[in-house]
């Protein structure tokens, strides 16, 4: 669709405003200089004898005035080339010659308006202060310049504007959007005074390392990060930090002794900028936990990241979830593993790795000493890879916490996990929630189980195991003395069932978390994440608010989510890293993404006392119903 533009309508001027230039422009005349015709040289011109020599006063002045008559200017060419003849002359046309005579008349007619023909030299005096009033009121219009000799074209007057143009203002104004002064939009940079020298005891050497930076590279400074940069923890997700925006940040953050947690989830770091913040930590001795997930970051940033892992010996948890990494970077990583001994945690959760992949990264992992979590849930591990993965536990003896979810283990992998499980005692937490398990593989982990001696969760969610299946693993767990935690959400429990589950918690006091008898109610994982909690907490003789103030470093009255995932960890507690999520979420109680501990305070008084509730109402309810009919729904809500 073609737009269309409406003519532009011509000026129109009034009748004083056009006396008011053609007096100004012949006064203009009357001070001017007598212009040099074209004939002349530049260079100093030759002696000649004066033209005005011997004249009168007004006669220099008439003559000067006849100096600077405008000349008529040539004619405009007309708009087709005159047709010539065979002999080379040009063919004439009345038409044209028409023209033309016009065209002549009409310039003859207004070079005659503007010249200047006789002014009386006792007029000077008026004619100068008439110039000058006409100049100050030029000058406070802005319409025009004394300096200039030239007569300049009359004003063009303000047209109304057309419905085009104020579409197009509006446009314009939608597009640039209203100002304000919101925290939340941490893309640009706020007064500086407002925010540098804010905090008392900051060293803002951070912070004018990253202000020079940004200068330097002529980027707008993040005000997020001007902020923040003498924080323990700097929290930077989704903000779009590209691979320019993080060389600054990583110049910063090199000598920068007071940042422990780095948190980039969800940029545009790629690999440049991810091999930046590497090579940063291989300066940085402070930083212990850095997560770079969902960032792009490549093969060129697993090479850089190994590297820095080869030096590093403070970093204790890195997070690449998301990243798209394939078996040849898992690889790379797998060599850095084998002789780092600081990293305790590290996450590659919802990569493409396969069985090469796996195998590859558990050949680094046969030797490592330090880590104690490990998270490749969702992605492609199965059979050989698998194998070779739960094979490391033979050797292994830092694993505490396996989390292999949403993986394909199927009847190999649980065939391996019976081995392990029987000679294994240092692994604590296993996830294998959706990886294919069906009755079968549930009799051979429940072997497995029933000779363990150190496993605490096991999270079976989301495997067809069947009845039969689900009897077995509940008459594994009965043999296990460990075992506390119990999940098998999303799998139907038959009355059966239901009533092996309930002399399984009575008896043991271990939490299993179902969805109820022919999966009518879901489960609430939330609720037995919390009990791990408090008898966390009880066991090891804790009191809350020492505790809180040990995570609370910089004494500034509350936690991040982040500070109290780490130090739960620091603590000793056995839960995956998306059971300390729903940990901190229920936590949490007002959802500031802060914990004060008066929240954590009254979080675990209110459930003591919904605790010591349904033990009473426990006392009162017969557990001896048949099993071949289901008992009332409003009756199965149990601990």
Known sequence: MTSYLAPRRRPTYTSDRIERQQKRFKLRAV?????????????????????????????????????????????????????????????????????????????AELSESWAVTHISSDDIDYHDNELKKIDDECQSNASCQTSDPQPRSPEVVEQPLTPATRSRMRFEAWIEGKKHDSDDYDTDLDDESATRGERTGCDPSATDIYLKSCKKLGMTPISYIVRNLCERNIRMRHHYVTPLSAAPLAHAFKTNTILEIVDFTD???????????????????????????????????????ASMLETNTTLKTLILKGNHLTDKDVLVLGKALKDNTSLSSISLSDNQLGEQGAANFALGLIHNEGISDLDLSWNAICQKGA?????????????????LSWNGLAMAGSVALMNILKINVRLKVLDISNNHLNTKAAHNISLGLAQNKGLETLLLNLNPVGEDGMAAILKGAQKNNSLRLLGIEDITVSPSTYHSIADLQQSHDIIVVHNQVGGFSSAQSNAGVMSLFDKFIDENTMDLEALFNAFDKDGSGDLSHDEMKYGLKEAGIMLTSKQLDVLLDELDADKSGTIEFSELLDGVNARKEIKMKASNSDKKFDFNFKTSSYPPLHKLKLS
Do not use: W
């Open 267 to 305: 940029n545009s770091l790629g690999s440049n900028g991810a091999s930046l913040i590497a090579s940063m930590l291989e300066d940085n001795m402070f930083i212990v936990q850095l997560d770079l997930s969902y960032n792009f970051i490549g093969s060129g940033a697993c090479r850089a990241i």
């Open 387 to 403: 194998v070779a993965l739960i094979n490391i536990l033979k050797t292994n003896k830092s694993l505490e916490i396996l989390d």
């Open 31 to 107: 001070t001017a200089p007598v212009q040099k015709t074209s004939g002349h040289t530049p260079g100093p011109d030759p002696p000649t004898p004066s033209p005005t020599s011997g004249l009168t006063e007004g006669t220099k002045l008439s003559s000067a005035c006849e100096a600077v008559r405008p000349r008529t200017p040539k004619t405009r060419p007309t708009k087709r080339q005159r047709p010539k003849t065979s002999s080379g002359q040009t063919k004439v046309n009345n038409r044209y010659l028409d023209d033309d005579r016009t065209n002549e008349k009409k310039q």
